[in-house]
Nanobody
Framework: QVRLVESGGGLVQAGGSLRLSCTAS????????VGWYRQTPGKQRELVAI???????DYADSVKGRFTISRDNVKKMIDLQMNSLKPDDTGVYYC?????????WGQGTQVTVSS
C-alpha cells in the first residue's frame, strides 16, 4: 500500500513562487511513475507534470518553462517548483504515483494565486 502526503500549498500573488512537496510511504518508489495533477471547480483533474518510470518528464503546455518536477528516491519525495505563478494556476494540487496498473493519490493541497 502507498500513502502520499502533500505540503507546501498556500496563497501567493501573481508572479510569485511556491514549492509543493509530496512524501510517499510504503514499499518501492524508485521505479514508479510520479507526478502532479490539479483540479479547479467544474473542471476535470488535469496533468501538470509527470516523471515517467523511465525518468522522462512531461509537462502541461500551460506550465512549461515555469514549473519543474523533481524526485528524490532516497527520501521518497516528489517536488513541484512553481515559478511565475498566474491566477489560472489556482486549484487543488494532487500528488500521484502509478505502479503498474494501480494509481495512488494524495489528499490534495490548495494553491491560490491572486491577481
Amino acid at each position: 500500500q502507498v500513502r502520499l502526503v502533500e505540503s507546501g500549498g498556500g496563497l501567493v500573488q501573481a508572479g510569485g513562487s511556491l514549492r509543493l512537496s509530496c512524501t510517499a510511504s510504503g514499499t518501492g518508489f524508485s521505479t514508479d511513475a510520479v507526478g502532479w495533477y490539479r483540479q479547479t471547480p467544474g473542471k476535470q483533474r488535469e496533468l501538470v507534470a509527470i516523471i515517467r518510470s523511465g525518468s522522462g518528464t512531461d509537462y502541461a503546455d500551460s506550465v512549461k518553462g515555469r514549473f519543474t518536477i523533481s524526485r528524490d528516491n532516497v527520501k521518497k519525495m516528489i517536488d513541484l517548483q512553481m515559478n511565475s505563478l498566474k491566477p489560472d494556476d489556482t486549484g487543488v494540487y494532487y500528488c500521484y504515483l502509478r505502479r503498474f496498473a494501480a494509481g495512488y493519490w494524495g489528499q490534495g493541497t490548495q494553491v491560490t494565486v491572486s491577481s
